[in-house]
């Protein structure tokens, strides 16, 4: 009798685990999931001081809000030069040319055919330089613009380290935008379930510390993960690592799966853990 109960237990387990590993097949899903967001880093072109910070950590700002000016004085002043440089130029310019037109309509017993030539080159010269100081002029008007930064997308400031005082230098980032429109969710299933999932199935998406169901689709499946034994090691050859031959761990593949509703009171964070389940026999987008 014992044995006989014990036979039913192992039977209606293993009928039970059948039929999860059915389940999964069919509506494949994982617990290895994160939100993810693209990150817009605003790094000044020009150099000097942060005179105003007007935004906060984690606040939302608009697509055009100002983030933060730098010290113009400089520009400024740069911009008053080169405008001078500019109408000097063009002066010189003008002049010029108006010697080289009088000259050509002198008769050649007035003036040689060399003097001729060489009005008509300093008037090239001086249209020449003409053209350079407006664009000296454009450049330090762009400049002077380029004090003033403002957010590129909607979104949020996030991880602010930056204070009034600070010195901005180009190529140094001065802010960080979470992307408000960028959000999705990356979903790493194992290898086995990819031949069940198709571009635009339906996907339900829970959110660790949320029961509220995310509805969302199949984006795109990644074409590429690292492989360790490619690397190769310090002398070039490959690196191979040992394995069990009678143990294979099936690889995680990042799948995309594109947000279509957020329920209210969800809130979306980049690098929350989610659940995924892929329905394939839902609707598709």
């Keep these: 009798m014992p044995f006989l109960v014990t036979g039913i237990v192992v039977v209606l387990a293993g009928l039970a685990l059948w039929a999860m590993w059915g389940s999964y097949v069919a509506a494949p899903w994982t617990r290895d999931g994160r939100v993810r967001a693209y990150v817009v880093t605003v790094t000044p072109e020009v150099s000097g001081r942060i005179v105003d910070l007007p935004v906060k950590d984690n606040q939302f700002v608009h697509k055009g809000d100002l983030l933060v000016a730098i010290d113009p004085s400089d520009y400024a002043i740069a911009v008053e030069n080169a405008d001078a440089a500019a109408a000097r130029a063009n002066a010189a310019a003008e002049n010029a040319q108006r010697e080289a037109q009088r000259r050509e309509q002198l008769s050649d017993l007035s003036t040689s055919l060399e003097e001729r030539q060489t009005f008509a080159s300093n008037a090239i010269s001086a249209s020449a330089q003409q053209r350079q100081a407006v664009a000296a002029l454009a450049q330090a008007r762009v400049n002077l613009e380029r004090a003033t930064i403002r957010s590129p997308v909607d979104g949020w400031v996030t991880n ?58 199949v984006g795109s499946v990644a074409r590429g993960i690292t492989v360790s034994n490619a690397t190769p090691g310090q002398s070039g050859l490959a690196d191979v690592n040992p394995i069990f031959t009678w143990v294979r761990l099936a690889q995680r593949v990042p799948v995309r799966i594109e947000i279509d509703t957020v329920p209210d009171g969800v809130t979306l964070v980049a690098g929350q853990t989610a659940t995924v389940q892929i329905d394939p026999s839902g609707p598709r987008r």
Excluded: C
Excluded at 196 to 212: E, F, I, Q, S, T
């Design 160 to 217: 602010l380290q930056s204070q009034l005082g600070d010195y901005a230098s180009p190529g140094h980032s001065v802010i960080s935008l979470v992307d408000a429109n960028s959000y999705w969710i990356d979903g790493y299933f194992e290898e086995t379930a990819l031949a069940a999932l198709r571009p635009g199935d339906h996907a339900k998406v829970r959110l660790m510390g949320y029961n509220a169901l995310i509805a969302g689709h």
